[in-house]
């Protein structure tokens, strides 16, 4: 099978195979942490830590790896970053790490970063390995703060509230009050069902807009107005 060219990787991890709104996996934490857009950074730069560097390190011991153990050895290398992961969220942003709980190390569980190590690292080389792990990342990690920052606006009427736990002092007055300060919020959206919702219409958005893409390619080759057609009978020499 020949390795896919990187425009095609990056195509396929931030659009035509995310792994949030096609895939459809790692949707657990997706629609669990998602209440907030600095949830979901922080989920979102801990996923893609671990999809990056567990895809090249399946990607350099891809030959040495038996097909036979190629699972629980990708499994020990995702645990391995995810150990990594939690333990400088632990260090640096530990408020943070409180707050996103038990989905830190269940991301060793996450279909997509298996999925990603069985289906393109075990069999292609290093550097598009690496490439499509993070952009495998960086897509999952849009579709997160894509919800997040639904979900906060309608639920808390601010966005970028409490940065500072993921960034620092700096962050602290980052806070934006898009909907005054008497909003009342909508229960529904920092609610579970309000993530599915936002997941759901997401999901139809992306597929409206490849339905249009499709059907304005479609219009452009048509045959143009006017044009003949010439029937040819015989051999032409």
Same mark, same amino acid.
């Given at each position: 099978?020949?390795?896919?060219?990187?425009?095609?990787?990056?195509?396929?991890?931030?659009?035509?195979?995310?792994?949030?709104?096609?895939?459809?996996?790692?949707?657990?934490?997706?629609?669990?942490?998602?209440?907030?857009?600095?949830?979901?950074?922080?989920?979102?730069?801990?996923?893609?830590?671990?999809?990056?560097?567990?895809?090249?390190?399946?990607?350099?011991?891809?030959?040495?790896?038996?097909?036979?153990?190629?699972?629980?050895?990708?499994?020990?290398?995702?645990?391995?970053?995810?150990?990594?992961?939690?333990?400088?969220?632990?260090?640096?942003?530990?408020?943070?790490?409180? @707050? $996103?709980?038990?989905?830190? &190390?269940?991301?060793?569980?996450?279909? #997509?970063? *298996?999925?990603? !190590?069985?289906?393109? +690292?075990?069999?292609?080389?290093?550097?598009?390995?690496?490439?499509?792990?993070?952009?495998?990342?960086?897509?999952?990690?849009?579709?997160?703060?894509?919800?997040?920052?639904?979900?906060?606006?309608?639920?808390?009427?601010?966005?970028?509230?409490?940065?500072?736990?993921?960034?620092?002092?700096?962050?602290?007055?980052?806070?934006?009050?898009?909907?005054?300060?008497?909003?009342?919020? @909508? $229960?529904?959206?920092?609610? &579970?069902?309000?993530?599915?919702?936002? #997941?759901? *219409?997401?999901? !139809?958005?992306?597929? +409206?807009?490849?339905?249009?893409?499709?059907?304005?390619?479609?219009?452009?080759?048509?045959?143009?107005?006017?044009?003949?057609?010439?029937?040819?009978?015989?051999?032409?020499?």
């Amino acid at each position: 099978m020949a390795t896919p060219g990187y425009a095609e990787i990056t195509h396929n991890g931030l659009w035509k195979n995310n792994p949030a709104l096609v895939q459809l996996l790692g949707l657990c934490p997706l629609l669990a942490v998602t209440g907030s857009v600095v949830n979901a950074i922080g989920l979102g730069l801990a996923t893609t830590g671990v999809l990056t560097c567990s895809n090249l390190a399946v990607s350099l011991v891809r030959k040495q790896m038996p097909d036979t153990v190629r699972l629980p050895a990708s499994v020990m290398i995702i645990a391995t970053f995810v150990t990594c992961v939690e333990l400088l969220m632990k260090a640096f942003t530990y408020e943070l790490y409180l @707050v $996103l709980g038990i989905f830190i &190390p269940l991301i060793v569980t996450n279909c #997509a970063i *298996l999925g990603r !190590a069985d289906a393109f +690292a075990s069999k292609n080389p290093v550097l598009p390995s690496l490439v499509d792990g993070f952009m495998m990342g960086v897509g999952f990690t849009a579709v997160l703060i894509a919800i997040g920052a639904v979900r906060e606006i309608l639920g808390q009427g601010t966005l970028f509230s409490d940065m500072d736990l993921l960034l620092g002092p700096m962050a602290k007055d980052w806070s934006l009050n898009l909907l005054g300060s008497n909003y009342p919020g @909508v $229960l529904v959206a920092v609610l &579970p069902p309000g993530a599915f919702l936002v #997941a759901g *219409l997401l999901i !139809a958005a992306k597929n +409206a807009i490849d339905a249009g893409i499709e059907r304005r390619r479609s219009q452009q080759i048509r045959i143009v107005p006017g044009s003949k057609r010439v029937r040819v009978t015989g051999k032409i020499s």
